[in-house]
């Protein structure tokens, strides 16, 4: 039987560069400063929210910025700030009809980008470059 790791860490920490969110193990820097304080059921949750921050990593990845993570009313949330200033709101993955998408706002406009469909980076890219810059 295998036994699961005791930490998410890959040994790719990115926060010691300044990111908010580690881009080897997507836990944010809070998580990793005192991940050996926190208690079962908060490792848990953080454990639980890794599949669904990789996503938002990738999305990150394509538009470029710098990714934040909270916690909101309808639970977590991310945030990317662009390169020009503009922040991209990015909600909880979704998935309906076998499709799985992430809910964008940017700029008053949303999207439901389809992450299922392999051209989603092309409309990531669109949708970033139809909507003003601030």
Request: charged share 15%; with cysteine.
């Amino acid at each position: 039987m295998q036994q699961a790791a005791e930490t998410p860490c890959i040994g790719v920490c990115s926060t010691a560069i300044g990111d908010d969110v580690c881009q080897g193990c997507a836990r944010t820097f809070a998580e990793i400063s005192c991940w050996y304080e926190l208690d079962a059921s908060t490792k848990a949750r953080v454990w639980a929210a890794l599949p669904r921050r990789r996503v938002w990593q990738a999305l990150a990845k394509v538009a470029g910025g710098h990714l934040q993570i909270s916690d909101g009313a309808a639970g977590e949330q991310a945030l990317l700030q662009l390169a020009d200033g503009r922040l991209l709101q990015m909600a909880l993955p979704q998935q309906q009809a076998g499709a799985r998408y992430v809910p964008l706002q940017l700029d008053g406009r949303q999207l439901a980008l389809t992450v299922s469909d392999s051209a989603w980076p092309q409309q990531l890219q669109q949708f970033l470059s139809s909507a003003p810059a601030g």
